[in-house]
Each structure stands twice: as structure tokens, then as C-alpha cells.
């Protein structure tokens, strides 16, 4: 079975723009979380799908949003980048049945 | 306050031998989870262990162990006969409001670096 894939997995922006990140979760697996992890913050929560609906939302701006389709897949857009969002994005997909998230192996994200 | 504390920001320890990972948490659910995760240099977040708030006994998966004391709020990760490939950022992680739910996000600490040497 294939894991959680993300693309791209490098990514180079300018500050201003705008960015779209892809999630391709486990065949089967209906939810979907982001999260973004950056030395000085750690990992922090970013939202949470679950049949194509937000189940819950982390404390970022209006600039971070995400959407879930019916296949399961995910994207996550960060509009107006600032320096700080440079970052490593990781999503994870669960079955919505099983306890443990399985991670995919993150996108990183540079803003200059 | 912070859901997940890590006090220690590095580890050593020698192939072969033994080491524990601290982890304390602060909830006022009833019902969480408790996670670790192991992060290679290259990114992604390997499941390792979990620990439910109900459960009676300390989760065991392979040369992982988890020490849970409820009373002390602490989860600690204890690796057994660590080897080489063990070296990575270890992350403690919980949820809230898991009893009928597998949903939730994941609070998680700053992590802690283990390096074992040969």
C-alpha cells in the first residue's frame, strides 16, 4: 500500500505570492491534517479534513486555507507569502478508524 | 501553558545500551492519546508507540516502551538496545477528547535529539 504522498517536496518562493501544496493520503484514509514545522515554533497544527469537511482549525491567518476533495486528496494554499512561512509542511492521513496518523515526508517550503 | 513539554534537547547514548525519552503533558480530558514520533534528518514523522488514557497497561511495540504514569502526567519513551539508525529528533504528541474518536489534532512537543554512538 502507498504511503501519504506531498508535492512538490522542494518548493522556492518570493515574497507576495502565492503557493499550492498536495496531499495524496492512504488509499482508504478520509482524514487528512496539516501541520507546519519551523525551528523556532515546532510543530504547530494548521487544519484538519475529514470527508471533505473542516473538522478543525489551527491559530494561523486568513492566509493559510486548505480544501479536501472526494478522493480524499487534499491542498493547502498560503496566499500574500511572508518570510516567516518558510517552512516544512507535513500532512498526515488516518483511517478515521485506526488510532495512529501516517505522515508523508513534507514539502519544504523556502519564501525569499 | 504548553500541552506537551520535552526537557531534554539532547540524548546520548551508546549502541546497545538503554535510554529513556521524557515527556509530560497537561490535560484536563478524561480521555487522550499519547504519541511519539520519530523524525529522521530526512522529514517525515514515523508512528512509533500510543498510549491511551484508558489503558491499564504500558504500551509495548518492539524495543519501544512507553512509561506511562498518569498520576505524574508523564509519558516517557524508553528505547531498549538502541542501535545506530535510532538517531533522530523524537517527538511526544498528544490528543484530547479521543474516548469514540479517532479525529483531533496533534499537540506536540520541541522534541528531543537522540544521537547514538557506536
Known amino acids: 500500500k502507498a504511503g501519504v504522498t506531498q508535492t512538490p517536496r522542494y518548493l522556492i518562493k518570493t515574497r507576495g505570492q502565492q503557493v499550492t501544496l498536495s496531499c495524496s493520503p492512504i488509499s482508504g484514509h478520509r482524514s487528512v491534517s496539516w501541520y507546519q514545522q519551523t525551528p523556532g515554533q515546532g510543530l504547530q497544527f494548521l487544519f484538519e479534513?475529514?470527508?471533505?469537511?473542516?473538522?478543525n482549525k489551527g491559530n494561523f491567518p486568513g492566509r493559510f486555507s486548505g480544501r479536501q476533495f472526494s478522493n480524499s486528496r487534499s491542498e493547502m494554499n498560503v496566499s500574500t507569502l511572508e518570510l516567516g512561512d518558510s517552512a516544512l509542511y507535513l500532512c498526515?492521513?488516518?483511517?478515521?478508524?485506526?488510532?495512529?496518523?501516517?505522515f508523508g515526508p513534507g514539502t519544504r517550503l523556502t519564501v525569499t | 501553558a504548553q500541552k506537551i513539554t520535552q526537557t531534554q534537547p539532547g540524548m546520548f547514548v551508546q549502541e546497545k545500551e538503554a535510554v529513556t525519552l521524557d515527556c509530560t503533558y497537561d490535560?484536563?480530558?478524561?480521555?487522550?492519546?499519547l504519541f511519539w514520533y520519530k523524525q529522521p534528518s530526512s522529514g517525515e514523522m514515523i508512528f512509533l508507540i500510543y498510549q491511551g488514557s484508558y489503558d491499564q497497561q504500558n504500551a509495548t511495540e518492539g524495543r519501544y516502551s512507553l512509561n506511562f504514569q498518569k498520576a505524574r502526567k508523564s509519558a516517557n519513551l524508553v528505547i531498549s538496545a538502541s542501535q545506530l539508525g535510532d538517531s533522530a529528533m523524537y517527538f511526544c504528541?498528544?490528543?484530547?477528547?479521543?474516548?469514540?474518536?479517532?479525529?483531533?489534532?496533534?499537540?506536540f512537543g520541541r522534541g528531543t535529539q537522540l544521537t547514538v554512538w557506536p
Open positions: 479534513y475529514f470527508s471533505e469537511t473542516q473538522r
Open positions: 490535560t484536563s480530558d478524561p480521555s487522550y492519546g
Open positions: 498526515a492521513s488516518s483511517s478515521g478508524g485506526a488510532i495512529e496518523q501516517y
Open positions: 504528541a498528544m490528543r484530547e477528547g479521543t474516548r469514540g474518536s479517532t479525529l483531533g489534532r496533534l499537540y
